[in-house]
């Protein structure tokens, strides 16, 4: 990937950095960034992206050059072939990026939305979502080692598709049944694959299951199962969990997805060097 960072590696940073976000009305972090010369956008930071998306609109606005295609699956198995471009300049808190490779979807135009920032672009840096008190840190050395020891440690295992698309998964216990699950702060709930129905003892038409058949937003067809378990939790810590969350059952691609309802009152730090994420129920500031 062409990408050209202006930071300095985290290692040599000698301050941290923190902004705000805001959520919007599914609970997902909406941080201001800036791309080209000055356009200021409001996206998702969605840690299940894969790679950074920004809206046909704002590409041409910032005079984005072709740059391929790049070929990604959603958790439902939906192909999606997404045009990359590479635009001159991206601004996220303290990191300048420049020749940045992007993708490009006509749905972000029709939500009006101006897009999604993903892990891709935080290869090199960890950072801490504290959901409480909805900041985003740009974590150097001394505070990431602060994090680690006041906090749970997780490893997590990476996707990573020729230097384009990240994603990051970790073991959680969905009732109390292992799972590997996609990190995802661009869900709002949690989804679970339909293999941990019968396990769970829940059937399809119990009365406490809502069966919803609707279109995705890439057009296709979706059955969800929608109903409440006991609780999922982090594998590494089961203190820390969300109880009798809201959860939808579909025949998604990995064991589950898990959502941003999770984090809610907790702070979550990702160590993508470091293969780790670190998680306190409590809000911390280092």
Not at 14 to 21: C, G, L, N, V
Not at 24 to 30: R, Y
Not at 237 to 242: E, G, H, L, Q, S
């Amino acid at each position: 990937m062409l990408v050209c960072f202006l930071t300095l590696p985290m290692a040599a940073q000698t301050k941290s950095r923190t902004i705000a976000f805001t959520t919007n009305e599914e609970g997902m972090p909406v941080i201001a960034v800036t791309a080209g010369a000055a356009t200021r956008l409001s996206v998702v930071l969605d840690t299940g992206g894969g790679l950074a998306v920004l809206a046909p609109s704002v590409i041409e606005k910032v005079h984005g050059a072709p740059a391929g295609q790049f070929t990604g699956f959603r958790m439902t198995g939906e192909r999606l072939n997404i045009p990359l471009f590479t635009i001159p300049r991206l601004v996220i808190g303290p990191m300048e990026e420049r020749d940045v490779l992007v993708g490009s979807w006509d749905v972000l135009d029709k939500i009006h939305l101006d897009g999604l920032i993903s892990l891709s672009q935080f290869r090199d840096q960890a950072f801490t979502l504290d959901f409480a008190n909805k900041t985003l840190t740009f974590e150097i050395r001394k505070t990431l080692d602060k994090r680690r020891a006041n906090a749970v440690v997780s490893p997590i295992r990476l996707d990573d598709f020729r230097d384009v698309s990240l994603d990051m998964f970790s073991e959680f216990l969905i009732a109390g049944h292992p799972g590997q699950c996609e990190i995802d702060t661009g869900s709002p709930v949690s989804t679970v694959n339909t293999r941990y129905m019968k396990p769970l003892g829940i059937q399809p038409d119990d009365k406490d299951v809502r069966k919803v058949e609707k279109r995705t937003i890439a057009g296709g067809t979706e059955i969800r199962y929608d109903t409440k378990v006991s609780g999922i939790a982090l594998a590494a810590a089961p203190k820390i969990d969300i109880r009798h969350p809201q959860i939808s059952f579909v025949d998604v691609i990995y064991d589950c997805v898990v959502g941003v309802d999770f984090w809610s009152g907790k702070t979550l730090t990702v160590d993508i060097p470091d293969r780790q994420i670190m998680v306190s129920a409590v809000s911390s500031s280092p």
